[in-house]
């Protein structure tokens, strides 16, 4: 049974700062991962997805890296604004079966 | 695109009545899936659908819980009857394909259940 899991948690940090946040799975062999960002009350967005056959994806001031062998993925923020402060997520999608088992996040706080 | 579409966005009902959401995929989609958010088990995946059948039902968690998808446009997913312990957020989200790797998920605004 694949198992994401995001550490830490939470994580504040002071504004201009760059920051990476961590997610690791269980079982390599996975169709992709996302990262998603959520607002409170709101819905996820989609930030970026990494397929299976990537090593990374950007845009903007987000880069995700993914390394299947080792189970894990990093999203890197640069230059971090309060603004990017809500929960991220990420999700890895499993072969032949459509779904996607996600983490529980890491609530992140940029302090102006 | 108009995104996928919940209702009710909020909804508070007595413990006992029937609740039902409702959801309206992105046009195309043919991978539709209901999720459940709660502070303590997070997000957790109810069941999903493929070209309108459902394809893994084992994350509802009683047979107080039933989701239907009649067409390709609308899906709903009923509780009956409801208890305070289903209070959460439910979200609705598509995708375009069914397990392949460049399908990115969407979700909806979510549906903000409350059972007194």
């Known amino acids: 049974k694949q198992e994401v899991t995001q550490i830490p948690a939470a994580l504040s940090v002071p504004e201009g700062e760059n920051l990476v946040l961590n997610c690791s799975f269980t079982?390599?062999?996975?169709?992709?991962l996302q990262w998603f960002r959520q607002d409170p009350g709101k819905g996820l967005t989609s930030l970026l997805l990494?397929?299976?056959?990537?090593r990374e994806q950007t845009s903007g001031r987000l880069n995700a890296s993914l390394d299947k062998s080792s189970g894990r993925s990093t999203l890197y923020i640069a230059a971090s604004q309060p603004g990017d402060s809500a929960t991220y997520l990420c999700?890895?999608?499993?072969?032949?079966?459509?779904?996607?088992?996600f983490g529980d996040g890491t609530t992140l706080t940029v302090k102006p | 695109d108009a995104g996928v579409i919940q209702s009710p966005r909020h909804e508070v009902t007595e413990m006992g009545q029937e609740v039902t959401l409702r959801c309206k995929p992105i046009?195309?989609?043919?991978?539709l899936f209901w999720y459940r958010q709660t502070m303590m088990r997070g997000l957790e995946l109810l069941i999903y659908?493929?070209?309108?059948?459902?394809?893994?039902d084992s994350g509802m968690p009683e047979d107080r819980f039933s989701a239907k998808m009649p067409n390709a446009s609308f899906s709903t997913l009923k509780i009956q009857p409801s208890e305070p312990r289903d209070s959460a957020v439910y979200f609705c989200?598509?995708?375009?394909?069914?397990?392949?790797?460049?399908?990115?998920?969407?979700f909806g605004e979510g549906s903000w259940l409350t059972v007194v």
């Open positions: 989200a598509s995708s375009l394909g069914f397990g392949g790797s460049g399908n990115t998920i969407y």
């Open positions: 079982d390599s062999a996975i169709y992709n």
């Open positions: 990494i397929q299976s056959s990537q």
């Open positions: 999700a890895v999608r499993i072969p032949n079966a459509g779904k996607s088992t």
């Open positions: 046009s195309g989609h043919n991978s």
């Open positions: 659908f493929n070209n309108n059948v459902p394809i893994d």
